[in-house]
């Protein structure tokens, strides 16, 4: 005999929990790729999807999770032989320089600590340093999963325009995207990328790359381009060329549900949510 207690609650970094009415709109027939409805449908959501990560920039969805995300930025700015700089202060940071080294890419890390958050005067001396200008990309975590550090992306901005460097600053928001503020274009972001399965309450299986003029500019010189990831190809007239072939159908229902009712409730608000829970449980395990 099998006994429950009541309905699973999935409560781990993710995938969170999906709500039912994503669940829901998933329940639903597969319909024509080259339908009308189904393209207004990939335009709204690369719209609010830039929306959501506060961008004038260009949004890209991806049938893959927060490491094809990566690799997506990743190949889409970077050439072999580059040297970018990894700001550690968890699994997730490491992670995603290892993604790079693995295409060719030198990978220098600016070592912190899996306890706090990265210093960004620490930022801005390596990058005073440089007086070469050989650091091509920084990379961030906004909040890294694994450690639970939380980056200040406003100040890492900062620090890289005191310093005057050209190198570009990506971050990622996988963890932390609809669930924080991320404020892409005032915090001097250039490439954000990100996933569905945590704050956007959409199942794994989406990852989102957000680009801003300066990486487009240095998409059209980069050397890791490859077909599937490639944002040239992605920005095609025709609908099946924003996935690379066939849309993640039932996928994109959910996700535009989830999107609805974040917007309905209210980003700031959601925020407000967030900050409330975190403090109470924060709260409860002081005591």
């Known amino acids: 005999m099998t006994v429950r207690a009541g309905r699973e609650f999935l409560a781990i970094p993710g995938p969170t929990t999906v709500p039912d009415e994503v669940l829901r709109a998933m329940h639903r027939p597969a319909v024509d790729i080259y339908s009308a409805p189904l393209e207004q449908l990939t335009a709204s959501l690369l719209s609010d999807l830039s929306r959501v990560f506060r961008t004038e920039g260009r949004s890209y969805i991806y049938i893959a999770n927060g490491h094809g995300a990566w690799e997506a930025a990743l190949t889409n700015v970077l050439s072999k032989g580059d040297r970018i700089l990894v700001l550690e202060s968890g699994r997730f940071a490491e992670g995603w320089g290892e993604a790079a080294a693995g295409m060719g890419v ?78 892409m274009d005032a915090w001097g972001v250039d490439v954000a990328v990100s996933g569905s399965q945590k ?46 072939g066939t849309p993640p159908e039932h996928l994109i229902f959910a996700l535009r549900q989830a999107l609805d009712m974040l917007f309905e409730e209210g980003l700031d608000n959601v925020f407000l949510r967030h900050r409330l829970l975190a403090e109470a449980v924060r709260r409860a395990v002081a005591k």
């Open 199 to 244: 704050g956007l309450m959409t199942p794994p299986g989406l990852g989102f790359v957000a680009a801003n003029a300066r990486a487009r500019e240095a998409h059209a010189h980069a050397g890791l381009r490859t077909p599937y990831w490639d944002w040239t190809a992605r920005d095609g007239k025709l609908h099946y060329q924003k996935y690379a």
């Open 106 to 183: 030198e990978v220098e890390a600016l070592k912190g600590n899996w306890r706090r958050a990265v210093r960004p005067a620490e930022v801005e001396a390596r990058l005073h340093a440089d007086k070469a200008g050989k650091i091509k990309a920084i990379l961030a975590v906004q909040i890294d999963t694994a450690s639970g550090a939380a980056n200040d992306i406003a100040a890492i901005g900062q620090a890289i325009k005191s310093a005057r460097h050209d190198a570009l600053f990506m971050v990622d928001a996988v963890a932390s995207l609809a669930c924080v503020p991320f404020e």
